[in-house]
């Protein structure tokens, strides 16, 4: 039987709090998985500028060789400073191992994301307590707390990104139609289906 929850009762407040707790963790979960995105994408152009510098650093080189041109030997002089340059700059970064952190931190997240849906629907359920869901409750704030404290740090440009994909985009929300496209015709909830 499904549970009716006035807003007076102490059901309602606790299905505010994991309501919140829901969309908070969405929130962090598509945060972490656009940071991983501008982590990987940053990773991609110092690899490519490394490239570039140093194919013309060696270009240059040869040009030398061949030409002995004093033009050539500055132009090469600076494209090697350059690329010394750039590789100073990344050897204390690794945008690739803090996108991979990112990206587990936002599969950690997923699956607390998914638990505390399950537990919004748990609470509609009669046959289950207040108590025993409580106790569900503390198990995924305790887990939240172990990811949270290993996280990388996120900033407010992958935030403003993820609230953009979230409110604008919808990546949440799907209709009834949009999901039976998945699911067998026993289980779809909407007339002409695929």
């Not at 598509?30 to 194919?55: D, G």
């Not at 990206?103 to 025993?132: H, K, M, P, V």
Request: glycine share 6%; charged share 25%; proline share 3%.
């Amino acid at each position: 039987m499904v549970r009716s929850i006035p807003t007076d009762s102490d059901w309602y407040a606790f299905e505010s709090q994991i309501r919140e707790l829901y969309g908070r963790v969405a929130y962090t979960h598509k945060t972490h998985e656009k940071m991983a995105e501008k982590e990987a994408s940053l990773q991609s152009r110092i690899k490519l500028t490394q490239i570039v510098l140093s194919a013309i650093a060696t270009s240059g080189a040869i040009g030398v060789i061949v030409t002995d041109a004093a033009a050539a030997k500055v132009i090469t002089a600076l494209f090697a400073v350059a690329t010394l340059g750039v590789s100073t700059y990344v050897k204390d970064i690794d945008p690739g191992a803090l996108a991979q952190k990112h990206r587990q931190t936002a599969s950690d997240l997923w699956n607390i994301r998914e638990a505390s849906l399950s537990l919004l629907t748990d609470i509609r359920d009669d046959a289950l307590s207040l108590e025993g869901l409580k106790g569900r409750r503390e198990d995924l704030q305790k887990r939240l707390h172990e990811i949270y404290k290993l996280a990388p740090h996120t900033d407010g440009d992958a935030y403003a990104k993820a609230q953009k994909a979230l409110k604008h985009n919808e990546d949440l929300t799907f209709s009834d139609g949009e999901i039976d496209v998945f699911l067998p015709g026993p289980l779809r909830r909407t007339q002409g289906s695929p």
